[in-house]
DNA sequence: AAGAGGAGACCCCGTTTCTG
DNA sequence: CAGAAACGGGGTCTCCTCTT
């Protein structure tokens, strides 16, 4: 436990540096998943007034609803595996109708390496960034611009990436380490964001159609490829999204929420 | 109609190596 | 040293089927 205190300790400090970042939502949680460190950006988005009424709660008691839920299931595969979550793009749904997409890590916190619990899994420690604007001073900003003009307005086609590099005059690896470098996104993480915009879209002003429907409209082979990458993303399945959308409940966990 | 899951194919991405 | 190229493993997507 000595260990455990003086890595929280350590761990203030991390928080401090986080605190002024508007963009970036910060926490540590403890094997049950209870928070015990947590940045403002944090407190302002899950609608608290203060760090204190955040810490020593769970994010399914902060976040009632699908998303809390979805939080609490990386927060124990993390955990459990003692495996990192890298890089997981996901769609934050807000209270107040708002949406915004960031891209979240979360590491196992562990106990300092000798000793009797040497190396054990002590909770999670993660941070969820908003995806940032892209970089356009950068030199080849336009020629890729371009590309990803190509990718965003044909989401309802297969990513046909080698060949749109070529046509650009470019190679698939460097089209790749640019998308990285000016969009903090690899083209396929894009083409998912475009195509769940569209869905997200369609099952709201087009309630007539089915899920299925969408799916094929917005690129996806099946239904069943569509509702699994929505609900990864935005820890609901279509048709509970649009039945949120809908003002009504989700069936299945009750629903309303902050990031 | 919608959601979930398994198998197999293929593509992406992280890492290493090469080059200027 | 930075950027480009190459490569292999892992992850994602499609197809298919079953369940609710």
């Known amino acids: 436990m000595q260990n455990n205190a003086l890595r929280l300790c ?15 939502v910060f926490f540590v949680k403890d094997r049950d998943g209870r928070y015990l460190r947590v940045n403002q950006t ?26 809390g839920e979805a939080f609490w299931v990386q927060d124990r595969s993390v955990i459990s595996s003692g495996a990192a979550m890298q890089r ?12 915004g997409w960031c ?14 619990r040497a ?26 611009a371009e590309l990803a003009q190509q990718i965003r307005s044909h989401y309802d086609q297969p990513l046909h990436l080698g060949d749109w590099a ?13 998308f990285q470098r000016i969009f903090h996104l690899s083209p ?15 099952l709201v002003e087009a309630p007539d159609l089915s899920v299925a429907a969408i799916a094929m409209q917005c690129g996806y082979s099946d239904q ?3 509702t699994r990458q929505f609900k990864a993303t935005t820890s609901l399945t279509p048709s509970q999204y649009r039945r949120l959308q809908q003002g009504q409940q989700p069936s299945g966990a009750p629903w309303r929420a902050a990031a």
């Open 10 to 24: 350590e761990l203030s400090l991390v928080e401090a540096l986080f605190d002024p970042l508007p963009d970036v």
């Open 42 to 67: 944090l407190v302002r988005r899950s609608a608290q007034r203060s760090k204190q009424a955040l810490l020593g709660r769970t994010s399914k008691e902060i976040f009632p609803g699908a998303m």
């Open 88 to 99: 997981h793009l996901e769609l934050h749904l807000y209270a107040d109708g708002g949406a």
């Open 103 to 116: 891209l979240t890590h979360k590491l196992p916190l562990r106990d300092e390496p000798c000793g009797e």
């Open 119 to 144: 190396g054990a899994v002590l909770g999670v420690v993660g941070i969820s960034r908003d995806l940032g604007r892209p970089d356009q001073s950068h030199p080849v900003y336009g020629q890729i």
């Open 166 to 178: 070529r046509a650009a005059g470019l190679t698939l690896d460097r089209v790749e380490h640019l």
């Open 188 to 202: 396929r993480e894009m083409l998912l964001q475009a195509r769940l915009d569209a869905a997200r879209r369609l």
């Open 224 to 226: 069943s490829a569509f």
